[in-house]
């Protein structure tokens, strides 16, 4: 098998990861006391804690946060993983009940597994990843074999994500 079909995986992940942190910089330019929660809350905070914008940074500004908090706060930061990603949104999304069921859906887990396998094991897949998914087809030292139905999958969660997000916007602080 090509690697093309693992590529895809790890790109309808990545299309993921920049839809949601874009999302979430423009919730942030657009209300900057989302920030307050998301440094406060539990459990979001813990992704937050310890950087602070460096005088520079605000400078470049004009000293005024009021359109540019989402910027400044995913500056050197992005929501890369589904555990973040989760964590986020119980505290910015906590009534958008769809976002949260597709947040905790196995496909789209599955999916954040497959990508991790490409990404960082060139596609081979490990016991840590058989481990962790139960993914009987898989065979420890060998590429990840991916189908159709598997890349069909990753469009659909890709689908469901961006749906349910759109669907909770605007977020209120």
């Not at 949601?20 to 900057?32: G, T």
């Not at 890349?151 to 602080?173: D, E, H, K, Y």
Request: charged share 20%.
């Amino acid at each position: 098998m090509s690697t093309g079909p693992r590529q895809t995986l790890a790109s309808v992940w990545g299309a993921i990861e920049l839809f949601i942190n874009d999302v979430l910089i423009a919730s942030l330019n657009q209300a900057p006391a989302l920030a307050g929660l998301l440094i406060s809350k539990a459990p979001a905070k813990r992704h937050f804690q310890g950087r602070s914008p460096t005088m520079e940074t605000l400078a470049d500004r004009g000293f005024d946060l009021s359109r540019s908090m989402g910027d400044i706060l995913f500056s050197d930061r992005t929501i890369a993983s589904l555990e973040a990603m989760r964590d986020v949104f119980a505290v910015l999304a906590g009534s958008n009940h769809d976002l949260h069921c597709v947040l905790n859906e196995d496909a789209l887990w599955l999916l954040w597994q497959r990508r991790h396998v490409v990404v960082h094991r060139g596609g081979i897949v490990d016991r840590v990843y058989c481990e962790r998914t139960g993914d009987r087809r898989q065979i420890i030292g060998q590429p990840l074999a991916v189908s159709s139905s598997d890349v069909n999958s990753a469009f659909g969660s890709a689908r469901r994500v961006a749906t349910a997000l759109l669907s909770g916007i605007p977020f209120s602080p």
